[in-house]
């Protein structure tokens, strides 16, 4: 049973691009949540989509955006990066109403 | 001032040893407390959640909450090597599968 998987694993931007992140659940979930978790810190709640829609919004700007999709896959997009979007960007997934979120291994994005 | 605060450590003990993690919070909203466990360069995995107060054991691992005091532990009995990672306190409102607040982690080395 594949647990939570993200794409791409390592990512290099230059300020100011954009990017896409991915993530497919683990079999039988279908909420996805993105966190950005900064060297030295915890991770940070984004948004969380059920239902191909947002549900819930952490404290980031509008140049954080998300998808999800019918098969409960999700994407994150980052507008405009910054250096300080420098973090691993970390995918949870749950069932509705379950107990324990999963998380996949994250994506290291850098930008320069 | 952040609503989740943990001692970043790091903390190293001999193998073997009794371990106590700490986390204190400032928001008394908190219902569900969690422990993950993350290793380099992995995604978190839930070790134990706790709703409200109390204490819960499973294993080696014990998770303390006091909500009067605002103060969360987790106990690792009989430390071993393999419990080096960082340790991560969560806590949410509504639901381990909603949005959940991290503190910075305390990076743990079990030493032969």
């Known amino acids: 049973d594949a647990g939570v998987t993200q794409s791409p694993t390592h990512l290099i931007k230059t300020r100011g691009q954009q990017v896409t992140l991915r993530c497919s659940p683990k079999?039988?979930?279908?909420?996805v949540s993105w966190y950005q978790q900064a060297l030295g810190q915890g991770p940070q709640f984004i948004f969380q989509?059920?239902?191909?829609?947002?549900?819930q919004r952490g404290n980031f700007p509008d140049r954080f955006s998300g998808h999800q999709f019918p098969n409960y896959s999700s994407e994150l997009n980052v507008n405009a990066l910054l250096l300080g979007d420098s973090a691993l960007y970390l995918c949870?997934?749950?069932?509705?109403?379950?107990?324990?979120?999963?998380f996949g291994q994250g994506t290291r994005l850098t930008v320069v | 001032q952040k609503e989740v605060e943990q001692d970043p450590g790091p903390l190293s003990v001999p193998e073997g040893a009794i371990v106590s993690l700490n986390c204190t919070y400032s928001?008394?909203?908190?219902?569900?407390f969690m422990w993950y466990r993350q290793y380099s360069r992995k995604g978190p995995e839930l070790l134990m959640y706790?709703?409200?107060?109390g204490n819960k054991e499973d294993g080696r691992f014990t998770a303390q909450v006091d909500k009067s005091s605002k103060y969360i532990s987790l106990f690792i009995r009989d430390s071993q090597p393999s419990d080096s990672a960082t340790y991560l306190c969560?806590?949410?409102?509504?639901?381990?599968?909603?949005?959940?607040?991290f503190g910075t982690g305390t990076r743990l080395q079990v030493t032969l």
């Open positions: 949870a997934s749950t069932r509705r109403r379950n107990t324990e979120a999963f």
């Open positions: 079999s039988g979930h279908d909420t």
């Open positions: 989509y059920y239902e191909e829609e947002e549900r």
């Open positions: 928001n008394s909203a908190f219902q569900y």
């Open positions: 706790t709703y409200s107060s």
């Open positions: 969560a806590m949410s409102v509504t639901g381990t599968a909603s949005k959940l607040t």
